[in-house]
């Protein structure tokens, strides 16, 4: 329809952040909106935001800048904010007065309530709600876009462990799980839409339930899921090492649809620095839990998250860090510098690392995790492996894309009819950031 309106949905930061704009932008659909990508041709943009880190705020206050231009073109256009960043304690008035030409700010906990600030905004006021705190039977009735092969489902919101460097127990509120029964309900309506692989999400699945009475844990939600008929793919994030159980281990060990993979976030291998950081485990138990899970699933793959730079890392320190990821082969890292968040307990330590050091080190971080990535993939060559079939490569049409119950990427020749299917796939060739695979015939 030539007078459609459109929104186009913008987002940043993490899977939970992600999900949250899929909820808006599902929202804004209901409410008459078709989804679009392009800015010019808009009616509404939504950016959801991220605050983890403050590359990522500057990232989108320069977006929340140049949206200014557009709407000077398009007086029309309506522009909302919402998520972490708005979340912040005292940001909202700050944000306010840099970017008037905003229509909408919402918070992370008051997503549900966007269809009545959307109408009001319709009607030309300028609306901004943030809550203070969360109400998990709003948040329990999420709003996803059916028929897609791939769907991140919330298990959990908020967090209780209040590392010493991280602003989301700030911006997310305290930790509280979803009962199991609307989880398994919501994944069961997505494989009737045609969906086939779920991300569970939390930042820390492994305490999923801990306040259950009788006791309900992460395996045993995971063995329920696993059953789903179906549905060909569990996939889960964030696993916090201290609360990682042999039950979990053994779990996935045995699961049917359970990827054999962890994202096992170690921060730092140097127990000095675990311990300021708050992080609860040291490097020893960490690599007992990795020796745990090589034990029972050899062929598991491991991804992390690292900082440098934490106020108070010695050289000594990051060599441990670097020590640490030579042991464990991670297939892949996700490497941070430390970033000062107002409110956190690390922003206000002493011996604060200088740029310069900290992009050093971050270098030397990179350059050690891309040779174990790339060693990673050069084992996997001559191997064959389950792929989820997602459909044509964007950068190269004529290949098929997929990824291995590992998480690693593959091209390779195949029918595009495969989509969304199961195939088996020998890799015949390890490049930097991809893997080139062969289909097997079957
Ligand atoms: N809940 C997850 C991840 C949350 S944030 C977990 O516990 O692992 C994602 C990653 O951002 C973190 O793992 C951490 O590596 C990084 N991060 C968080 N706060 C940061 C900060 N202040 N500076 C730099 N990196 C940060
Ligand atoms: Fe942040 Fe730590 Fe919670 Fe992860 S576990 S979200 S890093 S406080």
Redesign the pocket.
């Known amino acids: 329809m030539e007078n459609e309106k459109k929104v186009v949905t913008l987002t940043y930061g993490?899977q939970m952040s992600e999900r949250d704009a899929e909820t808006i932008a599902e929202i804004a659909s209901q409410a008459g909106y078709s989804r679009s990508e392009d800015l010019a041709t808009a009616d509404l943009v939504i950016i959801n935001t991220c605050c983890?880190?403050e590359s990522a705020e500057n990232r989108i206050l320069g977006k929340i800048g140049e949206l200014k231009k557009l709407k000077e073109k398009n007086p029309n256009l309506k522009i909302a904010i919402s998520g972490c960043m708005v979340q912040q304690p005292g940001a909202l008035e700050r944000l306010q007065k840099r970017a008037p030409h905003v229509d909408i700010w919402a918070g992370t906990h008051n997503l549900h309530n966007f269809p009545s600030l959307l109408s009001r905004a319709e009607q030309g006021k300028k609306v901004a709600e943030v809550w203070q705190e969360p109400k998990l039977t709003l948040e329990s009735t999420p709003l996803a876009e059916q028929g897609k092969l791939q769907a991140n489902v919330n298990i959990m919101y908020g967090?209780d462990?209040f590392?010493s460097?991280?602003?989301?127990p700030h911006v997310r509120g305290r930790e509280r799980s979803r009962k199991p029964e609307e989880i398994i309900q919501e994944i069961e309506n997505l494989v009737a839409s045609g969906c086939r692989e779920v991300t569970l999400l939390g930042?820390?699945v492994n305490s999923y339930g801990k306040e259950f009475s009788p006791a309900y844990d992460f395996a045993d939600l995971l063995r329920a899921a696993d059953q789903i008929p179906h549905l060909l793919r569990i996939r889960f994030i964030?696993s916090?090492p201290k609360d990682l159980s042999d039950k979990l281990i053994e779990t996935v060990a045995k699961g049917e649809k359970l990827c054999e993979h962890f994202h096992l976030?170690i921060?730092s291998g140097s127990n000095l620095i675990l311990q300021r950081m708050n992080r609860k485990y040291t490097r020893e138990y960490y690599l007992s839990r990795v020796q745990k899970i090589r034990e029972l699933i050899p062929n598991a793959s491991l991804t992390t998250?690292?900082?440098v730079g934490f106020p108070g890392e010695t050289e000594e320190d990051f060599e441990q860090t670097l020590t640490i990821m030579k042991l464990i082969h991670y297939s892949q890292a996700?490497t941070?510098?430390?970033?000062?968040?107002s409110g956190?307990l690390?922003a206000t330590m002493e011996d604060q690392i200088a740029l310069d050091v900290k992009k050093r080190r971050l270098q030397r971080l990179m350059s050690v995790q891309n040779q174990e990535s790339q060693d990673w993939r050069q084992r996997m060559v001559g191997k064959t492996y389950e792929v989820l079939v997602e459909g044509p490569s964007k950068t190269n049409p004529t290949r098929l894309t997929g990824r291995t119950r590992g998480n690693e990427l593959v091209v390779f020749k195949g029918n595009s009819n495969l989509a969304g299917s199961l195939a088996d796939v020998t890799i015949i060739e390890a490049g930097t950031w991809t893997l080139v695979g062969e289909l097997e015939e079957s």
């Not at 460097?165 to 989301?168: G, S």
């Not at 941070?336 to 968040?341: G, I, L």
């Open positions: 993490c983890v880190r967090c462990n590392c460097y991280c602003i989301v930042q820390n964030t916090h976030p921060q998250d690292i900082i996700f941070f510098m430390f970033s000062k968040r956190t690390a």
